[in-house]
């Protein structure tokens, strides 16, 4: 594992969370040197894209996000945030960061959002 994802929770709709990514301690990875995305994986779904961090700070985000999640990164911590604003029920799923393209095959145990009333 070479990351640790946090900060997923119940929450309503309409809400926000922010979801934070942390390299391991033994992983020895520098975020700002790679492209860092935030993936998504519901029951029985492919785990899929939701927006991304270039080592420049260029994001981009899938259409369903768009406008309501934010990519930022803390290089001095090392982290890598993911805020989701006017969270939908839709948006229920375990969120994962990881090297993209190509992620590595060692996924962190992701961090679970339930978004429901």
């Known amino acids: 594992v070479h990351v640790v994802e946090s900060g997923g929770g119940l929450v309503q709709p309409g809400g926000s969370l922010r979801l934070s990514c942390a390299a391991s301690?033994?992983?020895?990875?520098?975020?700002?040197?790679?492209?860092v995305g935030w993936y998504r994986q519901t029951p029985g779904k492919q785990r899929e894209l939701v927006g991304s961090i270039t080592s420049d700070e260029i994001k981009n985000y899938a259409d369903s996000v768009k406008g309501r999640f934010t990519i930022s990164r803390d290089d001095p911590k090392n982290l890598v945030y993911l805020q989701m604003n006017n969270l939908k029920p839709e948006d229920t799923a375990v969120y994962y960061c990881n090297r993209y393209p190509g992620p590595r095959d060692d996924w962190g145990q992701g961090t679970q959002v339930t978004v429901s009333s």
């Open positions: 301690g033994t992983s020895g990875i520098i975020f700002r040197f790679y492209t």
